[in-house]
């Protein structure tokens, strides 16, 4: 009997030393210390806690590279030249880099880990890119399944943005998401107001940014969000254009609306916009708004599968197809496309096949 | 069960909160391996490859893309497929490096009725990593539910 004790005993105690081993081995061999990260060659330099991702290291030390999946490694937008420090292209990496990226050190940040010191290369543009700690000014019902969402920045903060930009917001933990996520939206805002920022976000079933929007962000409450970035940008040549988009595609299109009745710009401007049904219509008072202020603006509502009591009597069938029909001749004017991927395949097929050159086709494809 | 230490990781994802909120899991708490196999042993001992499933998820969403959110039919008009398409992407839980357009493609028969709903991510799930989702899972599929309209479009015995 007292073998056996022992036998327990001796057994319990090797497992309790194995035990503090562990802590100690995890305390201490994955402590990768303050890391060093040296940008533009020197130009810049941060010290950061090792082990986070590159993009959420950046983060921590203001720095706030584009990335429209908030860090998933789904989006590919992260991509910066890491010309020292971090291991091989990793597997996570490899679909969203060309063989002429990862020859030029060109790395997916949000995927990369700071063990070691690194040097990076980060264009000078996204050093103005700012986080903002704003307020819930108002959520607003669009539709069925899109919310506006008015965001005031505090006193004295500023956000100058260009017509179609994007911003991040943060989405804190809630339920069962353990770690904040940040997710893109496009923004709606009349680029002269520069204190709030206005997002349109349809819910995305089982969404995380979309679901807390949906069911749980109430108004008053505290938003951290950063930006602007993207290159989604109206060109500043006198061809007559085109815009598409569908559901909350719409939101760069009314910054660009209120950007081109704030200076005054004379071009021909068509606005195809695509729903299934009235119910998914959105906007049609700024549309009406913008069509009275700016002469040279149509506003063109194409329903897809409308219901008999819609009695609708505008455009019907797909956006493409209607706008295939309306605009014969494409070759001297310019798109600009805001939608799903699906949508945004579908246009350009349409565009191009009306002879509009595939470098007259600007989009935002997220 | 315990899950396979290698296998961690991936169930992390899976989980709620990750990469989406539900997760993939359900109520589902065998072993991912345990979850694969059970799975791809239904479709194998039919004759079938995960693969063919999946490429055939595939085509009915290029095909439901194509449509724009409305419904098109499919196979002489045995069925219809309609892709709702939201903006951004998934990326898979197994971390592979493929990720997937948000859509969620709905499937009916020709009097209009249900016969599935499944996104992107399901179709590349099921061909690259014979993954059906848990059970109890939102997005679950079973594999002899997708064996039967399988057989219903394609044909095979």
Known sequence: MTTFFIAVGSLVAICGVLAVLLVIADRYLNDYGICKLIINKGAREEEVEGGDTLLGSLNSAGLFIPSACGGQGSCGLCKLKVTAGGPPVLPTEEPHLTADEIKDNVRL???????????????????????????????????????????????????NIIPGQYMQIETPKYKKTPEPVYRAYSIATDPLDKTHVD?????????????????????????????????????????????IAGGSGMAP?????????????????????????????????????????????????????????????????????????????????????????????????????????????????? | MKENPADQPIRERLEPGHISVEGFLGTDNRPIADIVAADTGVVEAEGFTVEQLGDFLEKLHVTGD????????????????????????????FACGTSCHKAIITVKDADGEDLL???????????????????????RIDPNELLALYRLCEGGE
């Not at chain 1, 819910?203 to 108004?219: A, Q």
């Not at chain 2, 709903?117 to 997005?139: N, V």
Request: hydrophobic share 40%.
């Open chain 1, 199 to 243: 997002l349109c976000i349809r819910l995305v079933p089982s969404g995380i940014c979309t679901t807390y929007v949906f069911e749980h962000m109430k108004e008053k409450q505290a938003v951290t969000l950063n930006g602007p970035y993207g290159d989604f940008f109206l060109s500043d040549t006198d061809k007559d254009m085109i815009f």
């Open chain 2, 117 to 139: 709903k499944f996104t992107p991510l399901d179709a590349h799930l099921i061909s690259a990593h014979g993954f059906f989702e848990g059970l109890g899972s939102a997005y």
């Open chain 2, 66 to 93: 194509g449509g724009w959110e409305s419904r098109v039919p499919m196979y002489d008009g045995k069925i219809s497929v309609r892709s709702d398409e939201t903006l951004g992407q998934i990326s898979c839980p």
């Open chain 1, 109 to 159: 940040c949000c995927q990369l880990k700071v063990h070691e010191d690194m040097e990076l290369e980060i264009p000078e543009e996204l050093f103005n890119i700012c986080e903002y700690k704003g307020k819930v000014e108002s959520i607003t019902d669009l539709n069925h399944d899109i919310k506006l969402l008015r965001i005031a920045l505090p006193a004295g903060d500023e956000v």
């Open chain 1, 253 to 366: 299109f009314l910054s660009m609306l209120a950007h081109i009745k704030n200076e005054g710009i004379t071009r021909n401007v068509t606005y195809f916009f695509g729903a299934r049904a009235k119910r998914d219509l959105i906007c049609l008072e700024q549309m009406a708004a913008f069509e009275k202020v700016l002469p040279n603006f149509r506003f063109v509502p194409c329903l897809s599968e409308a219901f008999p009591e819609d009695n609708w009597e505008g455009e019907t069938g797909l956006v493409t197809d209607v706008m295939k029909r309306l605009c014969p001749d494409l070759t001297q004017m310019e798109a600009y496309l805001c939608g799903s991927p699906g949508m945004i395949d579908a246009s350009i097929a349409a565009l191009t096949a009306n002879g509009m050159p595939n470098d007259a086709i600007a989009y935002d494809k997220f």
